[in-house]
């Protein structure tokens, strides 16, 4: 980062293209488009696979906002999935049955998302979009390297071999920091171009895909140096050399990221396995090695005796700070008012259990302890 302030460009520079090649080997996808926020990466792929009004996309109710939102920036309607009620994922029973909810009216694509870094269904979400014919955009936002098993291969998430794009965040949140900062993984070099091209104004700089002539060319056929064309609208939604520097330098830390993730949800399961079955650990899913985001485990409140405000108030107290994921989004006002209360059983469950505890890499190993130490002083549970 230094390296760009003193450089020649703060943004449309060579960190740009760095960074991406970095990522790109990394997904093992062909192509990727880094860009502004994951937001703005949901944006890029949804307006890029020519979801518009009239359409309908399918989205799992348990999930951050974006992902819907920019269902409707485009125009598109929603069509909200279920979720499983104990690891907060969306099924291909659950797409199923939000298709079939839709009463024939035309879906154009599925937008699973990969909750806390688990694997939300890859193979066979992508069997049941190829056979109806749609398109499937992993929100991959909490899922980057994660890896899966299909076939006896194993898959990364974002190389998008089950899937048209991957899109990621790099919020400082999430497992890789730019500040703010996304990017879209794809292996289909049209949506990749069509991708750079949105995030830029919609500005078309290759005069091979110039088509006013003779405007883009002198009389000797040379393109005119000044000249570009706009087909589709589009946004900034580019990152800066220097957000793309520091993804480029925390790229070459992420091994280690994921590895002491991974050993930290191992030590927070075995500190809670005695208070089973009122504090649940997150349940595994099979053929999955998730690159953990989240640790969400699920409380049985009721027969803890506290509320989880009351339990998230009293950790705050001691230094602890604990989030719910997620409100699910169906149940916002907008959405409500939009579509009516939804009866999403499994995505309503999941949401009234899970609270999701410290993880992050510099957490030490006695860090997980005074995290369940801290919770069994507020509840008084005792081991079973
Ligand atoms: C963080 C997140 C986003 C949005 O990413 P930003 O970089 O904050 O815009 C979208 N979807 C999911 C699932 C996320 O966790």
Known sequence: MVETL?????????????????????????????????????????????????????????????????????????????????????????????????????????????????????????????????????????????????????????????????????????????????????????????????RNHGMVRDPQRFTDTPGSHDDAGVPQRWYYEMHQPGFNYRPSGLHCALGRSQLTKLDRFIARRRELVDIYDQLLA?????????????????????????FDFAALGISRNALMASLFDVGIGTQVHYIPVSMQPYYRSRYGTADLPGAAAYYACSLSLPLFPAMQDADVDRVVGAIVRATGLRKT
């Open 274 to 298: 005695p208070y089973a079955p009122i504090i649940q650990v997150p349940a595994r899913m099979a053929d999955c090695t998730p690159a953990w985001h989240l640790y969400a485990p699920r």
């Open 6 to 198: 003193h450089g020649d460009w703060l943004t449309q520079g060579p960190q740009i293209e760095d960074f991406e090649d970095a990522l790109s080997a990394i997904l093992g996808a062909r192509h990727v488009i880094s860009c502004s926020s994951g937001t703005a990466a949901l944006h890029l792929a949804i307006a890029t696979a020519e979801v518009g009004p009239g359409d309908n996309v399918i989205v799992p109710a348990n999930t951050f906002l974006a992902t819907a939102n920019m269902v409707r920036m485009v125009g598109a309607e929603v069509i909200f999935a279920d979720v499983d009620p104990v690891t907060g994922l969306m099924t291909v029973d659950h797409a199923t049955a939000a298709m079939r909810s839709a009463d024939g009216a035309k879906i154009k694509a599925i937008i699973p998302v990969h909750y806390a870094g688990q694997c939300a269904a890859p193979l066979a979400l992508h069997e049941l979009a190829n056979t109806h014919g749609l398109s499937i955009i992993e929100d991959a936002c909490h899922a980057l390297g994660t890896t899966y098993e299909a076939n006896n291969e194993t898959y990364r998430i974002g190389g998008c071999a089950h899937s048209v794009m991957a899109t990621f965040s790099f919020h400082p949140v999430k497992t890789i920091a730019m500040g703010e900062g996304g990017a879209v993984a794809t292996n289909d070099e049209r949506t990749a171009i069509r991708m750079r091209e949105f």
